[in-house]
């Protein structure tokens, strides 16, 4: 793969791996740890469609190469937009500013390892013919229509992109990876009497757009769509105050993103502002829960065959049987902290410094059957599907925003509940989970997870969760 | 004509000559424009932008980052007999900027007609270019600002004795030139500079660790806040938060300060934003002329003003920007259109192509203090978390964090509560706005106390 990538990124520009050493050789220092050069070519092309017809396309090109010099926990960055020598050189002459002097360094040329690939390499964007996209969507459109009348709004979004990466560094890392994203969203507006609603489903993944493209796909989602509004307009004022939350499995697996996923990345560690800093060992989550964040998952949106550190990615649990035992480390935090890097250091892009991100995120599935979960609630709610979600690190407080939700009364589902916002601790939610069923599954591909200013596509899953004690934030 | 490639030469002469990069970017926007319509496009538009960036972080002393950034890039969209394709590049040499609109005339062949689809009318063209006053160029090196992130966040360390950690204090500086133009012949420039500055600190008590921040952002460097003020109203605020604790639920009022109140308006610009009204996802549709706030409230959009956050003479479509209301005395004057969803709602162009610029709450007559005395017994918050925000239907639920008040003062600090209701009522029924207006922004309000809300934390 790095053979492959060298020829597709750098040769167009005139560089090989002489010119790589060379650029390095410019970072050098005996002040720096290391030094490293991420070339990066990202091509994406979107097309949506709007009241029947496909109205808008795009195709994005971006292309460039981040330096960084990391000194202890201090980095200098600088990128160029061009990928040529002498942007390369400039950029290299001012990421190594935070070296305050010019030693001498030792340059270590490396080999490039031989991580098994995640995905295929192939190029979605070149997929197919662009006339079979917009008949894809002028189809979707037909049938989300066809399911029902109240539909009065359609909006389908496809896009596709293919990104290749290149990773060079002073201690001889050397890595590259090609990378495939896929995406098919699929929005409705409902609409009875005075009431609208919204319902949405997509998904997708690191594959080929063919996967995308087959009936069985997309009329899931597009019937999921039209169920959810369909919910949603019947649904009634949710309640409000601390009670028991049932999760459904899948997506709702935000919950473990945000309340325990973020406070155990490294960097927060490290800097011990996370409120899990020093609580290595400790029970945090019951006995029924292990959380891992697996990067390894085949073909799956937050998978990666190595990180952008070129680090092969792993999976690292991080909570086993109720204690805490891992972290998500980059390369920096996991020097700093005396530990090995877990293939999670990732960037939005070259202009962007790589940190400790999450790929899939999950909870390992317990003995439960789900509908033995909902019998067990005397008084509560049932959510399974949600917006999105947020957390403080240091407080450790955490909200996730509920869009299908249901009342469980005597054991039994009632009402459909209009969207409402859930918070918890991060520290204590998972203590306080009661039961984990048995039914383990992986969200469908649409998550983007955003750190410090910077998005990068991630996974979540779950099994079904009972919660014994959230807040639920409604108005009744 | 041809154009010369746009070398790394010389990082700063962007800052020293802003003149020389403008016409560098005219001279891409106008061969753009040629070749589209060379190509095929009845009418075509392009966007070009150029900027420098620096930003140094510190943290316990030591610099974190040391980061220079130079950016580039052209987004162009052509219109033939109707169909729309866009492309863009961040790859400013001759060749790739012709692969780019050959890529958005391709996209062109393949998508459908679209009668509202086009460039303004060419009458709407701005024509006067006011002096906006937002080009303040200061060449500050890494290591300055590096200095001035190690002040800052040194004043805030040792403001008060609970402080026990730092996420770190930054320093940013940002320029850039950007050029719109388009096939009618319109070509608009802007320049713009900016200067900000941050501190994240952590307080520590038994109950745990709190985090808060505060922060300056300005045109001109010489009015950003000195150092100080910055760093100890990062530990003002940090510590404040200590002993956080839920409240019960219960309905209350409301009182939302000015960094969570923008959010506020800003949902309603959201609701009466042209995309949501043709789409039918606002719970305003049809809303001009009716009264969606107080008596006592009025929006004005104010896109000369001198140093503003979004000003500017002409909008996203080239079209002449000018004060207007977009509230009169409560009652919605206007929704905010751009010339496509103008034209898709059968109404004009408000000038909006890109959203409001420096939209001003007139109204807010009290301090605080007052606001807090009015509200008696209550929560104020300034933190909202999460996106729990649906402008199809107008509910509204999401995660705060602040302060609970009594008998006119602020008792003690909240967490881990929800806020709930509907922006119809929350806008509609706000009881005041407070005088302390932050200008920093592009929605302009002070304090905003919200009738009642219903507010989950606690049991019982």
Known sequence: MYEQVLDNLLQPAGLGQRELELALGRLLSNQIDFGELYFQHRVSESWSLEDGAVKGGSYDADQGVGVRAVAGAGTGFAYADTI?????????????????????????????GQAPARYVADDPTVCGSATDRVELLRTIDAYVRSLDSRVSQVSVNLSASHESILVAATDGVLGGD????????????????????????????????????????????????????????????????????????????????????????????????????GRMGERVATEECTVVDDG????????????????????????????????????????????????????????????????????????????????????????????????????????????????????????????????????????????????????????????????????????????????????? | MTITELKNSGIDALLHDPDREADLLVDIATRVIDQARAGGADEAEVTVTSSLAREAGVRLGEIETLEEARDRGVRVTVYCKQCVGSASTGDLRADAIDETVERALAIARHTQPDRAAGLAEAALMARHFPELDLWHPVNLPLDQLAERAREIEQAGRSADERIANSEGASVSTEAGVSVYANSHGFVGTGRGTRYSQSCVLIARDEAGMQRDYDYDTARSFEVLAAPETTGRGAAGRTVRRLGARRIPTGKVPVLFAPEVARGLIGHLVGAVSGGNLYRRSSFLLDAVG???????????????????????????????????????????????????????????TTANAGGVRNLELIGGDR????????????????????????????????????????????AWPVEEITIAGHLRDMLGKLRAAGSDVDTRHNIRTGSLLVDEMTVAGAEG
């Open chain 1, 84 to 112: 040529s020598l002498p942007s390369l050189i400039d950029a290299a002459a001012s990421a190594r500013a935070i070296a305050r002097s010019g030693g001498e360094g030792k340059l270590q040329v490396g080999h490039a």
């Open chain 1, 178 to 277: 090609v990378r495939p994203l896929i995406r098919l969203d699929i929005r409705v507006l409902m609409e009875e009497g005075e009431r609208r609603e919204q319902g949405f489903s997509g998904g997708g993944g690191r594959y080929r757009l063919d996967a995308l493209m087959a009936p069985g796909f997309w009329q899931h989602h597009a019937e999921e769509a039209v169920r959810q509004a369909t919910v949603n307009l019947g649904a009634e004022p949710a309640p409000a105050g601390y009670m028991t939350v049932v999760l459904g499995s899948g997506w709702p697996g935000v919950l473990l993103h945000e309340a325990v996923g973020h406070g155990l990345e490294g960097d927060f560690n490290r800097k011990g502002i996370s409120a899990f800093s």
């Open chain 1, 296 to 476: 390894t998952l085949a073909d799956r949106r937050g998978s990666l065959t190595i990180d952008d550190e070129g680090t092969p990615t792993n999976c690292t649990t991080l909570i086993e049987k109720g204690r805490l035992v891992g972290y998500m480390q980059d390369r920096l935090n996991a020097r700093l902290m005396g530990v090995e890097p877990t293939g999670n250091g990732r960037r939005e892009s070259f202009a962007h410094l790589p940190m400790p991100r999450m790929t899939n995120t999950y909870m390992l599935p317990g003995k439960h059957d789900p509908g033995e979960i909902i019998a067990s609630v005397d008084d509560g709610i049932y959510a399974v599907n949600f917006n999105g979600g947020q957390v403080d690190i240091t407080s450790g407080k955490f909200v996730f925003a509920a869009s299908e939700a249901y009342r469980i009364k005597n054991g039994k589902l009632g009402a459909a509940i209009k969207g409402a916002t859930l918070i918890g601790n991060g520290p204590d939610v998972l203590t306080r989970v009661g039961m984990v069923g048995n039914d383990l599954e992986l969200d469908s591909g649409v998550g983007v997870c955003g750190k410090e200013g910077q998005g990068v596509p991630v996974g979540v899953g779950q099994p079904t969760l009972r919660v014994d004690g959230l807040t639920v934030g409604g108005t009744s």
């Open chain 2, 290 to 348: 009716e009264t969606v706030m107080p008596a006592w409230a009025t929006l004005i959009e104010r896109p000369h003003l001198p140093r503003g956050a979004k000003s500017s003479a002409f909008d996203g479509d080239g079209v002449a920007t000018r004060e207007s209301a977009l509230v009169s005395g409560g009652v919605l004057d206007r929704y905010v259109l751009s010339s496509y969803s103008a034209r898709r709602l059968g109404l004009d």
């Open chain 2, 367 to 410: 301090s605080v203090d007052e606001l807090i005395k009015e509200m008696g017994t209550g929560l104020m918050v300034n933190e909202l978390m999460g996106q729990g925000v649906n402008l199809v239907t107008g509910d509204y639920s999401r995660g705060a964090a602040g302060f609970w008040i009594e008998n006119g003062e602020i």
